[in-house]
Structures are given as structure tokens and as C-alpha cells.
């Protein structure tokens, strides 16, 4: 089997940018962590404010933060925009747990946080496990102040109980997916009363008093916050070779990573280059910082505004001209679970860049099936930049199925097809990938933005 490993001759190259990948994710563990570090990253690399241009030239390099969850980047080209771009486009947003709106209670002499879960995960994997919190709360004088607890070794850590197995016969009895219910999604957070108080629930109260004093915030402005439950903790190198990464968060933030280097590392491209991470995509894409919004029609016009060409007619003829790559995770052939898979179009760690024509379920429904002729051209372009790759569906046909933002994107009227790194535990809290398909992925997301059409 012809693996990137044989490639690389020395490791060092592959193993170096698996340390700056590891480092992405210890920092962005939610969408907003994920703009923060990729707008950092793409200030260092010389990109400026979309709109601190009047107007824009071949090789400009700029960013469009959106309402702090998902951001977009281009380097103009030296053709003219109407031509075409080449996007890129992830996900940053990952399976998570939620806090309500209303989530402090006190129950039995515990203070808990009530959640709702993000996203499609197996509630089983989420309990008895060290979780961090991460988010922000916003409060009235609009000011926001962001939180993080569960990463600092001198942190403390949070987290869901589950049954001992001495009392779980009734539990044990039970199919997985009602072995731990979603409301049941309990986290423990306090157990000391609070002193001098005349407040019934003292425990709670104790909660409330430490939040006032660390963060001055008040129970009330729960109600306009966002703070999502983790796994807490770092990624880790995975396997006694250390060829592989355990971490949470990759699904999608190993093509968000990938694909924001790629658009980084490029220069003096002649079609435009871009780059687009999004949020929402495990819950459908819907909402203004999802992949649905018309946010990316907005920002494109924006662009084509200040090259001087901007017109409804040429919005559509520069989306007709596109090309993009939905950037998004597959899965790993798995030797312990064969039976889901199917040999020849799966995709196996350490083969490269995994390519699916089309996703969907039963009858490739909901797919977008990318056009043979596109598919051609994406091959020549890797195969001239030595760049390896696979081809896979994502599981056996009717065993099951996932989508991507593929088909949203098709629907601007661009060529479209999905490309990403095989994972294996998607969507567990820790995920794993291969450091090979990482760097392989990063060259072949360059090659791309650099050599199609050129
Ligand atoms: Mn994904
Ligand atoms: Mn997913």
C-alpha cells in the first residue's frame, strides 16, 4: 500500500506542522476560539480588514471576521474575479455540550448546569470524563467576558456522572441510545454551601458568588451567554510511533487548519484565492454564521465592490466560475468495525487527501455529486503537484450516511466537491487523524488554490 509516509523521506516536515496543528487546537476548542486564533494567525501572515480597503488589487491579502464565529479570506488574483475563485471551504463549529438558558440549579445538595446537547454525538461517550467550559457571556452595558475553565493544569474540571456498574443491571439492560438521555446531560459543578447567607439553595449560591467575584456576572445574564461543555484537556501524539493525533475538536478543525494554511502559504495566485470557516454545520448549517446565510454572497459582493466590478450579473458569473473544495472529514477504514465499510472506496490513514465524489444516504440521497469533468481536473492537479490522494464514500450503500456544506455552495452555481481527512471516533470526544493525511491535506488544499485553471 503506497502511504504518504513513504514520500516524506525525513518525517520532520510532516511532524513540525502536526505541532502548529496540535496548537490550533489546544486553542480553538469552539467556533469563536477558531476565528480568534485564524484571524491571530492571518494578521501574522500580512492579512488586512476587508474593509480597511477602499479598493483592491491583484495580491492583496484580506479577512472578514462574521459576528466572531466564522471568518473568510482571499488573496486577489491576478485574473480578473469574473473568472472565477477557489474556495475552501470548513467547518469549525464541533459536537458539543450546551448550556441552557437557564442552567444553574441546586439538586440533593449539588450545584448542576441543566444543557442541551450540539450536534450528533452518542451520549454515552460524554459521561465520567474531565470536561472543560468554554464560552462567553455578554451582558447588558454590551461588554462580554470570556470563559475558560478546564485547560489549565491548575484548573478544575467538570463533568456528567454515570451509574456504577454494581447498580447499572436495569441500565446496562437498556439500548445505547437511551443509556444516558439527553436531559440527563447533568453537569456537576459545586458541592460547598455558601456561609452567612439567608438563601435557601447555598450551594447554588456559593456557585453564583464565585462567578460574581471572578467574572462579575449574575445569574441572569446566563440568559445571554454562550458556553459550551468539552472535553478538557490537550491533543495528544496518538500511537507509540506518534503517527497519529488524538483531540478533541477535529471534525471539522483538521481541514479548518489545513485549509487556513493552505490560503495563508499562498501568494501571487491568478485566480483568487479563499478560504471560508463556518459555523453551524453539525446542527444544518442554518443561522447567520452557518454556511446557509447569505453572509458569503454579502462578503463576496463586498470584494467585488472594491475591484471595481461589482454587479448582480457579475456576482453570479464569478460563483458560476468557481471552483470549491468542501473541506470536510470522512472516515477512516476502522480494522475493529469492517462490516460498516466497503474496501475499495474507503478512505485508510496515511493514504493522503480523500476525495468523495458524493455523501448523502440511501440512494446517495441529499448528495452533491460533483461533475465527472471537475473531478479531472482536481486529479491532474494533484497528481501534477506529487500530491497523494484517495477516493471514498463515507460507509457501505444504506449503512447509514452524513452530508457536508457541499450542496450549499453547488447551489451558488460552482463546481463543488468534498475533500477532507479520514478521522477515526468522529464525533467521540476524542477524535483521531493521521499526522501523514494532515500534511498531505495542507499541500493538497495549496495545490489547489495555487494550479486550478492556472
Ligand atoms: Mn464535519
Ligand atoms: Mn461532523
Redesign the pocket.
Known amino acids: 500500500m503506497k502511504t504518504v509516509w513513504e514520500k516524506h523521506e525525513n518525517y520532520n516536515e510532516i511532524m513540525n506542522f502536526n505541532e502548529q496543528y496540535k496548537a490550533y487546537l489546544n486553542a480553538a476548542k469552539t467556533e469563536r476560539e477558531a476565528t480568534d486564533e485564524a484571524l491571530a494567525l492571518a494578521i501574522e501572515h500580512g492579512f488586512k480588514s476587508l474593509d480597511s480597503y477602499e479598493a483592491l488589487k491583484p495580491n492583496d491579502k484580506v479577512y472578514y471576521v462574521n459576528r466572531n464565529k466564522n471568518i473568510c479570506l482571499f488573496v486577489i488574483g491576478e485574473d480578473s474575479i469574473l473568472k472565477g475563485m477557489n474556495i475552501l471551504g470548513a467547518h469549525i463549529d464541533s ?1 458539543r455540550i450546551d448550556l441552557k438558558q437557564n442552567p444553574l440549579y441546586e439538586q440533593d445538595g449539588l450545584a448542576l448546569f441543566d444543557t442541551h446537547y450540539y ?2 454525538i452518542k451520549k454515552y461517550q460524554w459521561v465520567a470524563s474531565p470536561l472543560a467550559i468554554h464560552g462567553v457571556v455578554c451582558k447588558k452595558d454590551g461588554s462580554i467576558v470570556k470563559i475558560s475553565v478546564g485547560e489549565d493544569d491548575n484548573d478544575p474540571v467538570v463533568g456528567i456522572s454515570d451509574l456504577l456498574v454494581h447498580l447499572a443491571g436495569d441500565q446496562m439492560q437498556k439500548k445505547a441510545s437511551v443509556v444516558i438521555e439527553g436531559e440527563d446531560l447533568n453537569v456537576l459543578v459545586g458541592s460547598i454551601p455558601a456561609k452567612n447567607s439567608e438563601e435557601k439553595e447555598l450551594v447554588k449560591q456559593n456557585i453564583l458568588n464565585l462567578l460574581k467575584e471572578k467574572y462579575d456576572i449574575e445569574e441572569d445574564d446566563f440568559i445571554s451567554a454562550e458556553l459550551e461543555i468539552v472535553p478538557a484537556g490537550k491533543a495528544r501524539d496518538y500511537g507509540l510511533d506518534r503517527s497519529m493525533i488524538m483531540s478533541y475538536g477535529q ?2 478543525r483538521v481541514c479548518a487548519y489545513t485549509s487556513l494554511r493552505a490560503i495563508l502559504d499562498v501568494e501571487n495566485v491568478k485566480r483568487t484565492a479563499c478560504c471560508i470557516l463556518v459555523d453551524k ?2 446542527v444544518g448549517s442554518i443561522g447567520n454564521t452557518g454556511m446557509h446565510s447569505r453572509s458569503f454572497e454579502n462578503i463576496v459582493s463586498k470584494v467585488l465592490d472594491k475591484l471595481g466590478v461589482y454587479s448582480p450579473l457579475n456576482l453570479n458569473e464569478c460563483f458560476r466560475n468557481s471552483y470549491m473544495l468542501s473541506s470536510d ?1 470522512t472516515v477512516a477504514f476502522d480494522p475493529n468495525y469492517p462490516s460498516v465499510s466497503e474496501p475499495k472506496n474507503s478512505a485508510y490513514f496515511g493514504k493522503g487527501l480523500c476525495f468523495a465524489k458524493y455523501t448523502g444516504s440511501r440512494g446517495k440521497s441529499g448528495c452533491n455529486d460533483a461533475n465527472a469533468e471537475f473531478m479531472a481536473k482536481i486529479r491532474k492537479v494533484m497528481d501534477d503537484n506529487n500530491v497523494y490522494f484517495q477516493t471514498s464514500e463515507l460507509g457501505r450503500v444504506d449503512q447509514g450516511g ?1 452530508g457536508t456544506i457541499a450542496y450549499i455552495l453547488a447551489q451558488l452555481d460552482m463546481e463543488v466537491i468534498d475533500a477532507g481527512i479520514a478521522v477515526q471516533n ?2 467521540a470526544q476524542y477524535e483521531v487523524t493521521s499526522k501523514a493525511d494532515v500534511y498531505e491535506g495542507y499541500l493538497g488544499y495549496k495545490a489547489f488554490l495555487k494550479d486550478m485553471d492556472r
Open positions: 459536537p450536534g450528533g471534525d471539522d454545520e453539525e472529514v452524513g468522529m464525533h
